[in-house]
């Protein structure tokens, strides 16, 4: 399967979209809400005044194939011995488990490699949504479009929310096909010296990534795999024009880092839903007002069209 980091028209673009949601409120006074509105409205205000950006888990995604690896169980003998001494070094296998892989590949058997690999095969089926089924990595999803109406329906609290518009720059160096990049305070992820974080495209398919040999010591190879894995959804998710931030955990990392700072000014736009209440408005104007190139939109009905369009407030 042929995975893209680029998508038609990206010399061009110069604003991606992130969709957040305001869940609705009971109380006409918004800023009396509940502890989740509250916190949501805390992460928006985060972003537009310290430019926090939160990455999520692949465990915390919608879709139940998102992000899910696929592994295969067969391989060299030379390679199962070493993915096995790491595996029984981990901290996060139950020391149980360890004794019985400890026990098979201690013993005189001529096939203990193979069966042990075959009990791991078991032992991943068991536990496939416990342990170590998804990639090592959290994601910063962002969107083509800000007018995408199932979009502020599924992840703008039905249009209680708000969207908000990145600055991004095309990158393209030799034959290579390009790519677009936002620019962070930090470095990006794993081991680069740029400030550029990719922003990769999803590709649509309806086949999922072939398995990962598990046991396969090529890192090159792993690492395209996992980003196969976490790039790659079904069509019917095509309508989201999604795109991705990755953050993988580096090799000398447990847990991937969640949380990183655009540069100042790399927010463009916020435009307020057609059912943003008027006080999560006003409490988020003064934070969008301390950057003068934030341009402010309102969601607005069209006359006889399906077409979402907006108002430009400033």
Not at 59 to 87: C, H, M, T
Not at 241 to 246: A, F, T, Y
Not at 298 to 311: A, G, S, T
């Amino acid at each position: 399967m042929d995975i893209s980091f680029y998508r038609n028209g990206d010399e061009a673009r110069e604003i991606i979209y992130k969709y957040f949601s305001l869940p609705r409120c009971s109380n006409k006074d918004s800023s009396n809400c509940d502890n989740d509105h509250a916190v949501r409205l805390g992460y928006i205000i985060s972003l537009l005044e310290k430019g926090e950006l939160f990455f999520s888990g692949t465990r915390e995604v919608n879709d139940i194939f998102d992000s899910l690896i696929d592994y295969k169980f067969d391989g060299w003998e030379r390679d199962i011995k070493v993915w096995f001494d790491d595996f029984l070094k981990s901290e996060e296998v139950d020391e149980t488990i360890k004794a019985d892989f400890r026990n098979t590949l201690a013993s005189n058997q001529k096939d203990k490699y193979a069966l042990a690999a075959a009990k791991i095969e078991c032992h991943y089926k068991l536990h496939r949504f416990e342990e170590g089924e998804q990639a090592n990595a959290r994601i910063c999803c962002f969107a083509d479009s800000w007018d995408v109406s199932p979009m502020w329906g599924h992840y703008a609290s039905s249009h209680h929310g708000v969207c908000i518009g990145f600055e991004v720059e095309f990158f393209k160096s030799g034959s290579e096909d390009g790519y677009l990049a936002m620019d962070f305070q930090e470095n990006a992820p794993n081991g680069s010296s740029s400030t550029k974080f990719p922003l990769l495209p999803i590709t649509y398919t309806d086949s999922r990534p072939k398995p990962l040999a598990i046991f396969c010591q090529n890192e090159d190879y792993r690492q395209f795999k996992v980003k196969e894995f976490l790039l790659t959804k079904h069509i019917d998710w095509q309508y989201e024009q999604e795109r991705r931030i990755l953050s993988v955990a580096d090799i000398n990392e447990s847990i991937p880092k969640k949380l990183f700072h655009i540069k100042p000014g790399v927010i463009r736009e916020v435009i307020f839903g057609l059912r943003t209440t008027e006080c999560d408005k006003a409490q988020l104007r003064p934070y969008i007002l301390t950057n003068p190139n934030t341009c402010i939109y309102q969601v607005e009905l069209p006359p006889n069209d399906f077409q979402l369009i907006r108002k430009l407030i400033r």
